[in-house]
């Protein structure tokens, strides 16, 4: 799984307002570098997309630089901010404190209002790995999707939401699987 580049959103810390949100100059170098370091490590069949711009932008690029196609899965689109949308990230901490239902230590059920908690973004993505796996049982895959997403998948993978990881910007996380079961993820380090 790789986090799509740096959006505008990204860039200007500000929860993006549209799914339509493109990414930046550096985001498109990003891209490029992930796209080297996928070519280097793996032999992927497909590239599977989130809807957003952001992650096709991203799929594209890495695409292009492997000659491989794009599938486009629309339960891998990010976390459904509601609220929050064109927010300052700043705003999320003020309003989960403000929150009655928001407990610190279950932060991944707080739902902002009209939004998703990231347990409903789990129960959401894991059904869509879980396809992508039966689909795609001894082939690599790519998969370009959202910090939220890739938070909630490793939460799910670990059984634990303490400790669950957020990649950098075009950070790739490796999922193994069996037939039967899928491996905890491993963040790759920077080659």
Request: glycine letters at 8%; charged letters at 30%.
């Amino acid at each position: 799984m790789v986090r799509h580049g740096e959006s505008e959103g990204n860039r200007d810390r500000r929860f993006t307002s549209s799914p339509e949100v493109p990414i930046t100059d550096l985001g498109r170098k990003q891209a490029l570098d992930a796209a080297g370091r996928i070519a280097i490590r793996f032999k992927p069949h497909l590239i599977i997309s989130s809807p957003y711009r952001r992650a096709r932008q991203t799929s594209e690029i890495i695409a292009a630089e492997l000659g491989l196609p794009i599938e486009v899965v629309n339960d891998l689109h990010e976390r459904e901010l509601g609220i929050l949308k064109g927010q300052s990230y700043d705003l999320l901490r003020d309003l989960a404190g403000q929150d009655s239902g928001y407990d610190p230590k279950k932060g991944w059920l707080w739902r902002p209002e009209g939004g998703e908690s990231y347990e409903d973004v789990r129960q959401r993505v894991i059904v869509a790995i879980e396809d992508i796996r039966q689909r795609f049982p001894e082939q690599e895959v790519v998969v370009v999707s959202h910090g939220g997403v890739m938070l909630s998948i490793w939460a799910h993978l670990t059984g634990q939401w303490e400790g669950a990881h957020l990649p950098p910007n075009c950070g790739i996380v490796l999922i193994d699987h069996e037939p039967d079961r899928l491996h905890p993820p491993v963040l790759l380090n920077e080659d």
